[in-house]
């Protein structure tokens, strides 16, 4: 069976400093493993993927995630919070291809 | 490339009444998924087609949901009649292939607000 746990509900980060926010999942299979942010009234956008390539992997805004198979963790970073990142936060894993499973997500405030 | 497309944006229904959601994917996207998203919580898949063809509807309160996607384009969904625990946000995604990874991603649609008063 295939699950995504968020080990945080909520992270609050002061302006310019590091984000982090936490991804562990469990799947029988190879993942594929992907962040999406939520922002107010809007509906989710690709942060990253994780595809069976390189384990770090690039995405918007500046951020990265590593894969980590030993650790069957995602977490997702930012080396400096800026306040248009204050949004919902969600990873999810795809194993089947066409199946997709969804953290509870993670509410990133960022105080200036 | 257009990306989904949802109408509308916000309904207000009272409870008993009847609403639909109408969700146009992007173009060549041959898998359509609804799910809804009660405030603070993750998205709950509750319909999944492939083309026409529905793959897991395992979620989806058969008694009053109800949706279809007859030519394997656009889609609707349809409550019938709503309760005060419908109030959600539902959101339309279509998946395809990523050509260098092969791994398929999902694209999200803006959402369909519903309050049930």
């Known amino acids: 069976a295939q699950s995504v746990t968020q080990l945080d509900s909520h992270v609050s980060v002061s302006e310019g400093t590091p984000v982090l926010l936490r991804c562990n999942y469990s799947?029988?299979?190879?993942?594929?493993l992907f962040w999406y942010v939520q922002h107010p009234n809007k509906g989710l956008q690709l942060l990253l993927k994780y595809t069976s390539a390189a384990t770090l992997v690039k995405g918007i805004n500046g951020f990265e995630a590593e894969f980590k198979k030993s650790e069957t963790s995602f977490h997702l970073t930012k080396p400096s919070a800026h306040m248009s990142d204050a949004a919902e936060y969600f990873c999810v894993v795809s194993v089947t291809g066409n199946q997709f499973y969804f953290g509870t997500g993670t509410s990133l405030t960022v105080i200036p | 490339e257009a990306g989904v497309a949802q109408s509308p944006r916000y309904k207000i229904i009272e409870k008993r009444q009847s609403v639909a959601f109408w969700c146009n994917p992007i173009?060549?996207?041959?898998?359509l998924y609804w799910y809804q998203q009660i405030l603070g919580q993750g998205p709950k898949l509750l319909i999944q087609?492939?083309?026409?063809?529905?793959?897991?509807d395992s979620q989806l309160p058969k008694d009053r949901f109800s949706a279809e996607r007859l030519k394997g384009v656009d889609s609707t969904l349809k409550i019938q009649p709503a309760k005060l625990e419908d109030s959600a946000v539902y959101l339309c995604a279509s998946s395809s292939r990523d050509r260098l990874s092969g791994a398929n991603v999902l694209t999200f649609g803006a959402g369909s607000r519903l309050t049930v008063l």
């Open positions: 799947s029988s299979y190879s993942p594929s």
């Open positions: 087609f492939q083309n026409n063809g529905v793959v897991d």
């Open positions: 173009s060549g996207h041959a898998t």
